[in-house]
């Protein structure tokens, strides 16, 4: 599945997941590898992105914008979630070539 088929399934309350499994819903969090970028309201059909600018990989970057693309709101995430970010990056970057 695309990307982009995967951000529409989130939009929708449908669980999916694309190709490599590196974006993935279960219909209401969007996740990029692990990090949650997307929640949607428990009961409602409002979803938001959440704006980590700079604190992410290019990959998950291209999730959120993909979201943008699709008119989806975006949020500054919580401080907690911030750091979460740049656990990961700081530990899969740079990228081990084998």
């Known amino acids: 599945m695309k990307n982009i088929e995967v951000v ?3 939009l929708a309350g449908q ?4 190709g490599g499994a590196t974006l ?3 219909g209401r969090s969007l996740w990029s590898y692990d ?4 929640d949607s ?3 409602e059909s409002r ?3 959440l704006d ?8 998950t ?6 979201c943008v693309r699709l008119s989806v709101p975006l949020i500054k995430p919580p401080r907690f979630l911030v750091e979460q970010a740049k656990s990961q990056l700081s530990t899969d970057w740079p990228m081990e070539v084998k």
Request: aromatic share 12%; net charge positive.
């Open 41 to 43: 309201a428990v009961g």
């Open 61 to 66: 970057s291209c999730h959120i914008w993909l």
């Open 52 to 59: 980590y600018r700079g604190e992410v990989s290019h990959t």
């Open 8 to 10: 529409r399934a989130w």
């Open 15 to 18: 669980a999916a997941v694309n």
């Open 47 to 49: 979803h938001f992105c």
């Open 35 to 38: 990090l949650l970028i997307g």
């Open 24 to 26: 993935r819903t279960d």
